[in-house]
């Protein structure tokens, strides 16, 4: 648009007779079609972590860590306790892209939640496996218990490879302020 003549008074005398009188003497406008502002489509920053979110991430990534440790562990390829620290760097990563970057504490408390339960859980699944190689037969929870303190939380390795996972996970969900670079 131009800017309006500045010439142009409101008084009765130089108002025109005519309509078209008035379209010739007034200023001319731009050929250039109005653009609207539009939104954007960005990705929603949250203002709160998303519980919901997080957690269906951290389910997802205790079952896909879960299997391929349980798939190592079972072939013999490696027997070792320090893929908890692997699976709790899955964990820590799973629930800050599913929480988003605020509320530092609700990550990690959220995401030492599911490491614990993925660790056990799979531990328990490790052993059962072994438990029908050895006898032929399932455990029952009891049998089950026993073999897991037996082979593995009577380890010192173990013990201490379980708690470098736990203060991983806990380090990398609370530590994770910044933007991931994926």
Known sequence: MTAPDTTLDFSMTSVPDEWHDAATEAPESDAKP???????AVIPSMDR????TG???AIGMAVVGGVAWFAIETRDHAT????????AIL???????GCGRPEPEIRATLATIFYMLALFGTVYMI??????LTYGYAPD???????LVRDRLTSPETVIAWVVGLLVVIQMSYF???????
């Open 176 to 182: 994770s302020r910044r933007r991931l670079p994926f």
């Open 91 to 97: 964990m820590a990563i799973a629930v800050r892209l």
């Open 55 to 57: 957690s269906i991430a």
């Open 49 to 52: 972590a998303d519980l919901v």
């Open 80 to 87: 070792t306790p320090w893929m908890a620290v692997g699976l």
């Open 141 to 147: 929870l009891a049998s089950a218990e026993n073999a």
């Open 34 to 40: 109005i653009r609207r502002k539009r939104a954007l």
């Open 127 to 132: 052993e059962r496996y072994d438990f029908v």
